[in-house]
């Protein structure tokens, strides 16, 4: 079983809807969560980081639930420049790496 | 205000052959990670360096190597090269070796094996 898993997809929704994904992680000492962007034959680049009060940054929301060992991301309102493949990361404290989810591919459609 | 450089952009070797790849990590960043993507899958961690010295490994055999240099630059060396070495080569940069920082990517040197 990975560290960190995804589901691959890939979510194909239009444009202006409203689409979520999911991340579990195993390892209960992880301290910090983030959400990175994957343009295609591109580098990764930082969505967001997540906090366990969730947060918000603009049409997008990241909520943590450690006790479930989960991360989400929410976009709303879609747009043609959404499409990528979106990254959950974790930080396991103190041990100086990010283990990388394998991604989740979105393309939203006119 | 520089952000994560890496070098060369792309590279063709054939199996056995040895490679460098470089890197100079965001102004202002001491610790630098290195990762392998294959196509399809998340990066993978190599190794971290910090303060010149290897911090943490992950499952890469030992024909992976590094250096760091004191200014922070970075060089990852891989020998007697195999066909599934073939990947992008990313390196990541961050202030610290702290759990809560982000990693901060370069653009990648794509490897092929042939």
């Known amino acids: 079983r990975k560290e960190v898993e995804q589901d691959p997809g890939p979510f194909n929704v239009p444009e202006g809807a409203t689409v979520a994904f999911n991340c579990t992680y195993s390892?209960?000492?992880?301290?910090?969560f983030f959400w990175y962007r994957q343009d295609c034959r591109k580098e990764p680049k930082l969505l967001m980081s997540?906090?366990?009060s969730g947060n918000e940054d603009g049409r997008f929301t990241a909520q943590l639930n450690r006790a479930s060992q989960y991360i989400s991301l929410l976009i709303r309102d879609s747009k043609l420049s959404d499409s990528a493949t979106y990254l959950c990361?974790?930080?396991?404290?103190?041990?100086?790496?990010?283990?990388f989810g394998d991604g989740t591919t979105l393309t939203v459609k006119p | 205000d520089a952000g994560v450089t890496q070098s060369p952009t792309h590279l063709i070797k054939t199996r056995g052959q040895q490679v460098t790849l470089r890197c100079s990590p965001k102004?202002?960043?001491?610790?630098v990670s290195w990762y392998q993507q294959a196509l399809g899958q998340g990066p993978q961690f190599i190794f971290q360096?910090?303060?010149?010295?290897?911090?943490q490994r992950g499952n890469f055999p030992d024909r992976f190597s590094g250096h760091q240099f004191p200014n922070y630059s970075s060089e990852l060396n891989v020998n007697a090269l195999l066909l599934g070495d073939s990947a992008l080569y990313l390196c990541?940069?961050?202030?610290?070796?702290?759990?809560?920082?982000?990693?901060?990517f370069g653009d990648g040197t794509r490897l092929s094996i042939l």
């Open positions: 360096y910090y303060e010149e010295e290897e911090r």
């Open positions: 102004s202002g960043h001491d610790t």
């Open positions: 390892n209960s000492a992880s301290q910090s």
């Open positions: 990361v974790v930080n396991i404290a103190n041990a100086g790496k990010s283990t």
């Open positions: 990541a940069s961050s202030p610290g070796t702290g759990s809560n920082q982000p990693q901060h």
């Open positions: 997540v906090y366990s």
